[in-house]
């Protein structure tokens, strides 16, 4: 059973336009949901992460948009640069120190 | 902020040898410890779950003898692959929790068995 589900799989982007990622999960047990961007070869790296207590989290050009009565999250890149292309992966978890599930990811490119 | 390193970041076995994926925290004791394998173009697939001092919790599917878990402290465990065949070929990635910093990643490892 899938219980985050992430669209799309991949992303074409010109450079300074906004790239959207989002993410629907099924557990309302979830209370913790971070981004994470993984380049070619390397691990996952934290990027941003919400509470469903807050709809929204903005840090630098990466914002979070969270609704809970959906059940469905989103990650905004403002002013995408190509050095933003990389895989992205949302997730969920009960609690930030429990195991995450990850959704399928996001192949995004951002073109010159 | 937390740092997890992971050795060797690449490696080539022959088949039926066994390799050994180090994960360590470096600034912080991981109270657990996750160990994931990831396919070219796919989500990273939980393999096991590991406490320090008590036994690996495995996911349904993956062999136990084949991928040994060994988490003996607070900053250090370690994945063996056991007999490795071609189709272990893989990029394996371990992560740690901690009691202040949550989830961190190693940088992973790429295996290819020959």
């Known amino acids: 059973q899938q219980q985050v589900k992430q669209s799309p799989q991949s992303l074409i982007v010109q450079k300074g336009g906004i790239s959207i990622i989002n993410c629907a999960y099924e557990n309302t047990a979830f209370d913790y949901f971070p981004w994470y961007q993984q380049f070619p070869g390397k691990g996952p790296a934290l990027l941003i992460a919400?509470?469903?207590?807050?709809s929204e989290k903005k840090e630098g050009r990466f914002t979070i948009s969270f609704n809970k009565s959906a059940k469905q999250f989103s990650l905004h890149i403002m002013d995408s640069q190509p050095g933003d292309s990389a895989t992205y992966f949302c997730?969920?978890?009960?609690?930030?120190?429990?195991?995450?599930?990850f959704g399928g990811g996001t192949r995004l490119m951002v073109k010159p | 902020g937390a740092v997890v390193s992971q050795h060797p970041s690449r490696v080539i076995c022959k088949s039926g040898t066994s390799v050994k994926i180090e994960c360590r925290s470096l600034?912080?004791?991981?109270?657990?410890m996750f160990w994931y394998r990831q396919f070219p173009k796919q989500s990273l697939m939980l393999m096991a779950t590991?406490?320090?001092?008590?036994?690996?919790?495995?996911e349904q599917g993956v062999e136990k003898d084949k991928f040994l878990i060994n988490h003996a402290s607070l900053t250090l465990s370690t994945l063996t692959v056991t007999s490795a065949h071609p189709e272990d070929s893989s990029f394996y990635i371990c992560?740690?929790?901690?009691?202040?910093?949550?989830?961190?990643f190693g940088s992973g490892t790429r295996l290819t068995v020959v």
């Open positions: 997730a969920a978890s009960r609690n930030a120190g429990n195991m995450l599930t």
């Open positions: 919400i509470r469903p207590d807050v």
């Open positions: 600034d912080f004791q991981a109270t657990t």
């Open positions: 590991s406490n320090e001092g008590s036994k690996a919790t495995y």
């Open positions: 992560s740690a929790i901690g009691t202040v910093y949550g989830y961190t």
